[in-house]
């Protein structure tokens, strides 16, 4: 499917990372730089671009290719139907169930990720594409969470390479089947896999032309919108243990980029919304389902009932206080590049690149000038 994916031997990611040598190699490798540069471009046209997230019409404005994807996604909120969390009232973290839906995922993954190519390659053009296509790629990749494609099925060495890596990413961007947990190497997990679909021209670009930033604003809003959907739903049924979570110290027991993503987008839509509206309940409950900064902020505090928002989310409550969401996000960028991509996970855990660096946040140090 790519060129450069030719001399590439057929075999899924595998962990580099094991040491303080091996961290400063990633620190200065281009992949680090390429995907900080995706997530920063992300953000940015969240801020900018003429393009305001509908949550009546998640689809609007997005590539029959992230289409197929949103479709999946959705669609994978029913296999927990299928999964009831056991009863284990004694458990505080993990249920077991979450193995079995995890292994759904693992025997689907092919068939999501070739459906979501298969839209690539019949609508590859970076044009805008009405509901009618848009709606068939959704019900495709709905679809697609449905049916088993065996691995061999693919027609080329070629594309069962860029499959292989896909469905990699995909499989780690839910929660560990083992530890019955979830991170943010888990997020970061799924940031990698939109990077690929990206450098792939999935998200409706060219190799010489980038998508277009309402293209860009209306992919990750949507994207993201559904990802956060299903795997709340997942660490709030499964009991997923927070892995990496430094309690009241973080930013948010599961979850970063969603943090900065959508204090960019407050600082294109949010009108007269300030980083003090997160504590006016009632602009949670009216905008959380089309503002991702506020809805996360509604989340938490759905959670942590019963405690003061400063009890529970000092950080949170500490960034409240700045004057701009661009001070905000400028803050959360760093964040993420400092505090998730940077840190190396410790040695008991799994062999995924990202699987749980967590983060520290004992300041607010990222958010000063």
């Not at 303080?20 to 671009?49: I, P």
């Not at 290719?65 to 458990?91: I, K, N, V």
């Not at 888990?186 to 060219?206: A, D, N, P, R």
Request: hydrophobic share 35%; with cysteine; charged share 20%.
């Amino acid at each position: 499917m790519t060129a450069s994916s030719r001399d590439q031997s057929l075999s899924p990611p595998c962990r580099f990372i094991y040491n303080d040598d091996d961290m400063e190699q990633f620190k200065n490798s281009s992949a680090r730089e390429k995907l900080l540069r995706l997530t920063a471009a992300m953000g940015k046209s969240c801020a900018s671009a003429d393009y305001q997230y509908d949550p009546k019409n998640p689809l609007k404005g997005i590539s029959p290719a992230m289409a197929a994807l949103h479709g999946s996604l959705t669609a994978m909120l029913t296999w927990l139907l299928d999964y009831p969390p056991e009863s284990r009232a004694q458990a505080r973290f993990g249920n077991p169930m979450f193995r079995k839906w995890h292994e759904r995922l693992v025997e689907r993954s092919t068939s999501i990720v070739c459906t979501v190519l298969k839209m690539h390659q019949e609508y590859p053009g970076p044009q805008d594409y009405g509901s009618d296509i848009l709606e068939s790629a959704s019900k495709q990749g709905k679809e697609a969470t449905g049916l088993v494609k065996e691995f061999d099925s693919i027609p080329s060495e070629e594309d069962k390479i860029v499959v292989s890596e896909l469905i990699s990413y995909l499989q780690a961007a839910f929660g560990h089947p083992i530890r019955l947990d979830y991170g943010t190497g888990h997020e970061s997990s799924f940031q990698v896999f939109l990077y690929c679909l990206c450098k792939l021209g999935c998200f409706g670009s060219t190799e010489s032309e980038p998508p277009a930033m309402e293209r860009l604003k209306g992919i990750t809003l949507s994207i993201y919108h559904a990802y956060l959907t299903l795997t709340r739903q997942l660490q709030t049924d499964y009991m997923l243990e927070p892995a990496g979570s430094h309690g009241v110290w973080g930013l948010d027991d599961y979850h970063c980029l969603p943090f900065y993503f959508g204090a960019c987008q407050l600082q294109a839509d949010g009108g007269d919304y300030t980083p003090a509206s997160i504590h006016e309940d009632s602009v949670l409950a009216r905008e959380g389902d089309t503002f991702l900064y506020f809805g996360c902020i509604r989340y938490i505090k759905s959670l942590k009932k019963g405690v003061p928002f400063f009890e529970h989310s000092p950080m949170l409550n500490d960034i409240s206080q700045l004057a701009t969401w661009q001070k905000v996000a400028t803050g959360l960028l760093r964040l993420y590049e400092g505090e998730v991509l940077d840190k190396r996970q410790g040695k008991s855990s799994s062999t995924h690149i990202w699987q749980a660096p967590g983060y520290w946040c004992l300041t607010c140090c990222y958010f000063m000038q």
